[in-house]
């Protein structure tokens, strides 16, 4: 039997979730500039105690792809003519914000019990998790590695070529993985 | 040389190490046992200095260690790196250069050694990769990269090297090998495994990590191995129908140990 506290954080994942949709879908719908500020500082004041780690989070993961985006972008619509300004200005907030709440979103709420309605949607968030996870630890223990067997903070160089290295091992794992799961479903009748 | 107090790691909610103590002097053989997931890899880390323990202290050479430290102190972090290697489980991790020659020279040459290259050539030749160094690593098969990684850190004539599972993917003549390797360096050397019989081969004492992420036992390999209810206990005997002769039974063992 299901205690009152289960179902009460199950209900509040669910609620989560709703929020989530309705979040992402809302701010790929709304384009004025100072809506979508609003709606970033309205999820950081929600975001709780740990808005300030939450945030700095948000900025690490969404700021090297910004930078890169808006640097192509602009340097095009400089030699084309094309708007920059609030293109650009559009672009930052929007996916600023949408990193803020996904970001507040995988802390506070559990997909696997928002979902647990649907054993298939479980068992596919199950799925995509392990291989999340997996994939995380296998990047630490690149870093790590990389750490041990450097005197001090490894340079540029150092970095991009364990980086490399690291990226086509993932690259060849993959493939193995593609090429035995093939296998097996050929093995069981299947691809044929 | 080591000196662990009460170290306890715990990671997005999961426990690794539950109060851990342990006192390690220079030149020591130990051998680190325990079931998948007791903490063996992470125990390794913490010596490493690449796992911050939760709560504790750890100190090297009297020095309290930790990344935040090793960070903070450039001068330390050179030595202390310098010193202490470790052997990663997946040792492919730890190749990231485009030939061995220049994998093995890569710490030598980090370190700023006049002789990296000797040092490279006399360890490719100690390890039996002499007749690959333009050959990338990722070429090599599991046991060469193992072997690779190996020398990667041999060349630098660590103080303390720390092995995690040294034995996996190598064939027994390479196995033998590696334990006459371990048995005749002149450094501080613990080594992860759960493999029984190799035990008593890679060192004269046993740290025994339970279940519960606590240290169980510390103290002779040959003791502990003696002990059927210690073994049992760590998780390193199981159970299920076999035959002797003509007889169906079952009984606590150990398949690589009897």
């Known amino acids: 039997m299901e205690s009152r506290g289960w179902s009460r954080r199950r209900l509040g994942d669910r609620l989560g979730l709703v929020v989530y949709g309705g979040g992402v879908v809302g701010v790929t719908l709304v384009h004025d500039p100072v809506w979508l500020t609003a709606a970033g500082v309205g999820v950081w004041l ?8 939450l945030l700095r989070r948000a900025l690490r993961l969404a700021l090297p792809w910004l930078v890169v985006v808006s640097v192509g972008y602009g340097m095009v619509a400089f030699w ?11 672009l930052n907030l929007r996916v600023g914000v949408l990193v803020l709440l996904t970001v507040v979103f995988a802390t506070r709420v559990s997909l696997l019990r928002a979902v647990d309605f649907s054993p298939t ?20 223990e690149f870093r790590l590695a990389l750490v041990s067997r450097s005197p001090g903070e490894p340079d540029l160089r150092t970095v991009l070529q364990a980086s490399a290295n690291a990226i086509a091992w993932f690259a060849d794992q993959a493939l193995a993985t593609a090429r035995n799961q093939a296998q097996a479903l050929r093995a069981r009748g299947l691809l044929e | 040389m080591i000196e662990l107090t009460g170290v306890s790691h715990c990671f997005r909610g999961q426990t690794a190490l539950v109060g851990v103590d342990l006192r390690v002097r220079e030149g020591e053989k130990v051998v680190l046992l325990g079931v998948n997931g007791a903490g063996k890899s992470t125990l390794l880390k913490v010596l490493a200095g690449l796992v911050a323990p939760s709560s504790g202290e750890y100190r090297y050479e ?25 052997l990663f489980q997946n040792a492919e991790v730890m190749l990231f250069n485009p030939t061995v020659f220049d994998e093995i020279a ?10 990296a290259e000797e040092r490279a ?14 050959r990338p690593p990722f070429s090599l098969s599991g046991g060469e990269r193992q072997r690779l ?7 630098l004539g660590p103080r303390l090297l720390l092995l995690d599972e040294p034995t996996r993917g190598l064939d027994p003549p390479a196995t033998g090998w590696l334990v006459e390797l371990i048995a005749d360096l002149p450094a501080t050397v613990i080594s992860s495994t759960h493999r029984l019989s190799l035990a008593a081969e890679l060192g004269e004492r046993a740290v025994v990590l339970g279940r519960d992420h606590r240290l169980i036992y510390d ?40």
Request: aromatic share 10%.
């Open chain 1, 46 to 53: 929600g975001a709780g105690k740990e808005r300030g780690r």
């Open chain 1, 80 to 90: 084309s003519g094309l708007p920059v300004g609030e293109v650009l200005l559009r």
């Open chain 1, 121 to 140: 949607l479980v068992w596919l968030f199950t799925m995509v998790m392990s291989q999340m996870v997996l994939w995380q630890r296998l990047y630490e």
């Open chain 2, 62 to 86: 009297g020095e309290v260690i930790t990344p935040e430290r090793l960070r903070r102190d450039r001068a330390f972090a050179r030595r202390f790196r310098g010193e202490v290697g470790l």
């Open chain 2, 106 to 115: 890569f710490g030598p040459r980090q370190w700023g050694f006049a002789d």
């Open chain 2, 121 to 134: 050539y006399q360890w490719a030749e100690r390890v039996g990769l002499r007749e690959m160094m333009d």
């Open chain 2, 149 to 155: 990684a190996l020398a990667c850190l041999l060349v």
């Open chain 2, 219 to 258: 103290g002779p390999v040959e003791e502990f191995l003696e002990n059927r209810d210690q073994m049992a206990t760590a998780g390193l005997l199981h159970c299920h129908r076999h035959r002797h002769g003509e007889v169906l039974h079952r009984h606590l063992h150990g398949h690589d140990w009897e």
